[in-house]
Nanobody, 115 residues
């Protein structure tokens, strides 16, 4: 069973930066994809950034050039570096790992960007 724990969210002013972390436990050796999603109030959950086991990285258009997804294999941790934050980035951010046919989610971490 895979468990994901996100951290690093908080309140930041527009233009600031945050780094989110997602610590994974359990068998993720055969992961298919890892990524970050977000959900703002009243909106659907959307992809922010992801990468596959094959090395393909994908970003939402509205975060390209500002956000960077990365992974520390030794720590089984996925990061999301968020720079030049905007108020519209305010949301709960969720970590996601797909292992086989199972999609695993973390509990989410709140990011609030003030104008």
């Amino acid at each position: 069973q895979v468990q994901l724990v996100e951290s690093g969210g908080g309140l930041v002013q527009a233009g600031g930066s945050l780094r989110l972390s997602c610590a994974a436990s359990g068998n993720i050796f055969r992961f298919r994809a890892m990524g970050w999603y977000r959900q703002a109030p009243g909106k659907q959950r959307e992809l922010v950034a992801s990468f596959t086991s094959g090395g393909t990285t994908d970003y939402a258009d509205n975060v390209k050039g500002r956000f960077t997804i990365s992974r520390d294999n030794a720590k089984n941790t996925v990061y999301l570096q968020m720079n030049s934050l905007k108020p519209e980035d305010t949301a709960v951010y969720f970590c996601n790992v797909v292992v086989g046919v199972t999609t695993n989610w973390g509990q989410g971490t709140q990011v609030t960007v003030s104008s």
